[in-house]
Nanobody, 125 residues
Framework: QVQLVESGGGLVQAGGSLRLSCAASGRTFSRNAMGWFRQAPGKQREFVAAVSWSGGLTYYTESVKGRFTISRDNAKNTVALKMNSLRPEDTAVYYC??????????????????WGQGTQVTVTV
């Protein structure tokens, strides 16, 4: 059974930092791009960041550039999202996802086939 399990969410004050982790089990994703998405209350799920299978390419939505860093460890089958300078508007449930093989889009959530259950990030003023 393939599973992606996120951890590291929590409550933090504006300006603070959190590090999200995603652990994969059931198969290796060393040849899949991995991404982080988030969904705020009343809003649609949106792309946050993605990393290529090798870790050599990274992509970010504009609002998190310079504040968030995505990374992966293929030996451990994990992906991380380091979030600095957090803002109240970053409050959301954050999801880890594995992209389909053969896909080219990093930002389209429909190109991701495996999803975690999500972890809540709440940023207070």
């Amino acid at each position: 059974q393939v599973q992606l399990v996120e951890s590291g969410g929590g409550l933090v004050q504006a300006g603070g930092s959190l590090r999200l982790s995603c652990a994969a089990s059931g198969r290796t994703f060393s040849r899949n791009a991995m991404g982080w998405f988030r969904q705020a209350p009343g809003k649609q799920r949106e792309f946050v960041a993605a990393v290529s299978w090798s870790g050599g390419l990274t992509y970010y939505t504009e609002s998190v550039k310079g504040r968030f860093t995505i990374s992966r460890d293929n030996a451990k089958n994990t992906v991380a999202l380091k979030m600095n300078s957090l803002r109240p508007e970053d409050t959301a449930v954050y999801y880890c996802a594995a992209r389909k093989g053969g896909s080219y889009s990093y930002t389209d959530q429909h190109e991701y086939e495996y999803w975690g259950q999500g972890t809540q990030v709440t940023v207070t003023v």
